[in-house]
């Protein structure tokens, strides 16, 4: 029998839905999109026994989850870490607060994620910079990438350096925000209040985008604010942090590299990166591409670019497998 603090978020669920009763559950069902009554009915099925300690815990935690939001939505986010500190504590009313602005978070403009980006940048292009922060913080990081690339250079920056600096917003601007796009769009949801991008968001857009934008805006951003740039490279994986991987999940990511993009990539590359691929290579391998360098001229830089993204599009796919862990700040960043 697992104990309370063993069970997933989706068992502690289904055991609230147990708890509550088949007539006040099904009243929470018609709230339920298709994919949450289908995993919740599941968790419900194969839930096991537990002790009368463990449901207690569970449905103690659900009702601190419950208080939290509501006064969260009454009074924000400072009343309520007020309330919930005198009550509870520093640290459980901040795990209680980030707990329910996480939730929180997947429910603004939730349509966004099914707009294609050019339909997107349509509607936005000509917003405010922090208006596009604001939407581009709910959008997909590919989408966000995508819209970035595409505005203005001097506005890219702006934007970009709006999303890092971002913080938590009120209900009231979501509102304005989501009224000026009911004109192009149907689904507007609105949300209560939560935290919304940061340095961790903007550095996910950032490792979407090509690698020209990336360089420009690191470059820009670098000069306004090195600080910050700096910051944000610290959250990102980029083609020269390939030092910082261990042998053996390099010669993973090799395993699955296209030879022409290593070519090119390694065309433009340091000579810190160069030495730690081939240390990597088979001698038979590592002579056919440095053959292959010998004979490859006149490439464009744009090329170089594009092909070091593809390879560090690589490492990230193998990272969300499951096969490396990138872990960016410190020795020991990769752990296979």
Known sequence: MASQQQLTSAQKAAAVIVALGADVSSKIYKYLKEDELEQLTYEVAKLNLLSSQDMVGVLDDFYH??????????????????????AYGTQMAN???????????????????????????AVIQNEHP????????YARADQAASIIAELPKD?????VERIATMDRTSPEVIKIVEKNLEL??????????????GVNYIANIMNHMDRSSEKYIFDELGRKDASLADDIRKKMFVFEDITVLDDMSIQRFIRDVDSKDLVFALKGANKEVSDVIFKNMSSRSAETIRTDLEFTHNVRVSDVEEAQQRIVGVIRRLESEGELVILKGGKDDIIE
């Open 130 to 137: 922090q208006t596009i922060a604001l939407i581009l913080s």
């Open 95 to 121: 795990n209680l607060l980030e707990r329910i602005t996480k939730s929180l978070r997947t429910k603004a403009f939730e349509f966004i994620t099914k707009v294609d980006y050019k339909n997107l940048l």
């Open 184 to 197: 192009k769009f149907e689904s507007i949801v609105s949300v209560d209040f939560m935290e919304f991008g």
């Open 155 to 159: 506005k890219q920056i702006e934007v």
């Open 65 to 86: 989850l419950c208080l939290t939001q509501k006064v969260v939505t009454e009074g924000g986010v400072d009343y309520a870490r007020n309330v919930l500190e005198k």
